[in-house]
Protein backbone atom coordinates (compact mmCIF):
# COMPACT_ATOMS: atom_id res chain seq x y z
CA UNK A 1 0.00 0.00 0.00
CA UNK A 2 0.75 3.90 -0.10
CA UNK A 3 1.91 6.53 2.29
CA UNK A 4 -1.65 7.38 4.61
CA UNK A 5 -3.65 9.87 2.67
CA UNK A 6 -1.82 9.03 -0.39
CA UNK A 7 -3.40 7.56 -3.72
CA UNK A 8 -2.22 4.48 -5.49
CA UNK A 9 -1.67 5.21 -8.96
CA UNK A 10 -3.22 2.04 -10.92
CA UNK A 11 -0.21 0.50 -11.55
CA UNK A 12 0.49 -0.18 -8.15
CA UNK A 13 -3.39 -1.62 -6.92
CA UNK A 14 -3.24 -4.75 -5.88
CA UNK A 15 -4.84 -7.86 -7.59
CA UNK A 16 -6.88 -9.66 -5.11
CA UNK A 17 -8.14 -12.40 -6.54
CA UNK A 18 -6.37 -15.10 -4.86
CA UNK A 19 -7.37 -14.96 -0.99
CA UNK A 20 -4.43 -14.83 0.52
CA UNK A 21 -3.63 -11.97 -1.89
CA UNK A 22 -7.15 -10.03 -0.33
CA UNK A 23 -5.77 -10.53 3.25
CA UNK A 24 -2.23 -9.84 2.75
CA UNK A 25 -2.84 -6.49 0.98
CA UNK A 26 -5.61 -5.93 3.49
CA UNK A 27 -3.18 -6.40 6.46
CA UNK A 28 -0.99 -3.90 4.33
CA UNK A 29 -3.85 -1.33 4.60
CA UNK A 30 -4.42 -1.08 8.13
CA UNK A 31 -1.07 -1.44 9.38
CA UNK A 32 -0.15 1.90 6.99
CA UNK A 33 -3.44 3.01 8.26
CA UNK A 34 -4.75 3.49 4.65
CA UNK A 35 -7.72 2.82 2.34
CA UNK A 36 -8.23 -0.50 1.51
CA UNK A 37 -7.86 -0.72 -2.46
CA UNK A 38 -8.00 -4.17 -4.65
CA UNK A 39 -8.78 -5.41 -7.78
CA UNK A 40 -9.58 -9.22 -8.62
CA UNK A 41 -10.58 -11.23 -11.50
CA UNK A 42 -14.10 -12.99 -11.40
CA UNK A 43 -14.34 -15.14 -14.17
CA UNK A 44 -13.44 -13.16 -17.39
CA UNK A 45 -14.47 -10.32 -15.64
CA UNK A 46 -12.95 -7.77 -12.88
CA UNK A 47 -14.12 -6.31 -9.62
CA UNK A 48 -12.75 -3.47 -7.70
CA UNK A 49 -13.28 -3.02 -4.03
CA UNK A 50 -12.46 -0.14 -1.82
CA UNK A 51 -12.88 -0.31 1.86
CA UNK A 52 -12.40 2.75 3.86
CA UNK A 53 -12.92 0.48 7.10
CA UNK A 54 -8.99 -0.09 6.89
CA UNK A 55 -8.31 2.89 8.13
CA UNK A 56 -9.20 5.07 11.14
CA UNK A 57 -9.24 8.57 9.77
CA UNK A 58 -12.97 9.79 9.98
CA UNK A 59 -16.01 8.38 8.25
CA UNK A 60 -16.44 10.18 4.96
CA UNK A 61 -19.50 12.31 4.73
CA UNK A 62 -22.74 12.00 3.13
CA UNK A 63 -22.45 15.10 1.32
CA UNK A 64 -18.88 13.94 -0.05
CA UNK A 65 -20.57 9.97 -0.53
CA UNK A 66 -23.15 12.08 -3.18
CA UNK A 67 -20.43 12.03 -5.23
CA UNK A 68 -18.83 8.81 -5.46
CA UNK A 69 -22.53 7.34 -5.73
CA UNK A 70 -23.29 9.90 -8.70
CA UNK A 71 -19.78 8.05 -10.33
CA UNK A 72 -20.72 4.72 -9.78
CA UNK A 73 -24.57 5.33 -11.39
CA UNK A 74 -22.59 6.45 -14.56
CA UNK A 75 -20.47 3.44 -14.64
CA UNK A 76 -23.64 1.20 -14.10
CA UNK A 77 -25.83 2.94 -16.51
CA UNK A 78 -23.02 3.04 -19.39
CA UNK A 79 -22.43 -0.21 -18.67
CA UNK A 80 -18.11 0.04 -17.24
CA UNK A 81 -19.49 -1.92 -14.03
CA UNK A 82 -23.09 -3.77 -14.08
CA UNK A 83 -23.41 -4.31 -10.26
CA UNK A 84 -22.38 -2.00 -7.65
CA UNK A 85 -22.84 -1.20 -4.07
CA UNK A 86 -21.77 1.59 -2.19
CA UNK A 87 -21.70 2.84 1.54
CA UNK A 88 -19.68 5.38 3.33
CA UNK A 89 -17.25 4.16 3.78
CA UNK A 90 -17.41 0.52 1.13
CA UNK A 91 -17.43 0.53 -2.75
CA UNK A 92 -17.46 -2.48 -4.53
CA UNK A 93 -18.40 -2.73 -8.22
CA UNK A 94 -18.53 -5.52 -10.42
CA UNK A 95 -18.16 -7.31 -14.08
CA UNK A 96 -15.95 -4.66 -15.48
CA UNK A 97 -14.26 -5.81 -18.86
CA UNK A 98 -11.05 -5.58 -18.54
CA UNK A 99 -7.91 -5.59 -16.32
CA UNK A 100 -6.78 -2.24 -17.53
CA UNK A 101 -10.38 -0.77 -16.94
CA UNK A 102 -10.70 -2.02 -13.28
CA UNK A 103 -6.69 -0.69 -12.07
CA UNK A 104 -8.14 2.80 -14.13
CA UNK A 105 -11.24 2.79 -12.02
CA UNK A 106 -9.93 1.67 -8.55
CA UNK A 107 -7.15 4.18 -8.75
CA UNK A 108 -10.02 7.00 -9.74
CA UNK A 109 -11.85 6.37 -6.35
CA UNK A 110 -9.19 6.09 -4.17
CA UNK A 111 -7.89 9.01 -4.95
CA UNK A 112 -11.70 10.41 -4.52
CA UNK A 113 -11.84 8.95 -1.48
CA UNK A 114 -9.02 10.25 -0.19
CA UNK A 115 -9.24 13.92 -1.35
CA UNK A 116 -12.86 14.05 -0.35
CA UNK A 117 -11.61 12.74 3.02
CA UNK A 118 -8.55 14.76 3.17
CA UNK A 119 -10.87 18.07 1.95
CA UNK A 120 -13.48 16.87 5.08
CA UNK A 121 -11.14 17.39 7.66
CA UNK A 122 -9.56 20.94 6.19
CA UNK A 123 -13.12 22.26 5.96
CA UNK A 124 -15.73 19.98 7.90
CA UNK A 125 -19.40 20.47 7.03
CA UNK A 126 -21.33 21.35 9.69
CA UNK A 127 -24.51 18.72 9.89
CA UNK A 128 -27.80 20.37 8.16
CA UNK A 129 -25.67 22.03 5.57
CA UNK A 130 -24.93 20.29 2.42
Excluded: N
Excluded at 19 to 44: L, N, T
Amino acid sequence: MSTPGTPLPAALIPDCTKPEAHHAAYRSAKSDDAIFVCIARQGSRWMVELDAFASSGPTIPEEAVSVLHSAVEVLVSDGTATQASIAPDYISMRAIESEQKAREIAAAFHAAMQGLRQLYIAVPVPRGRA
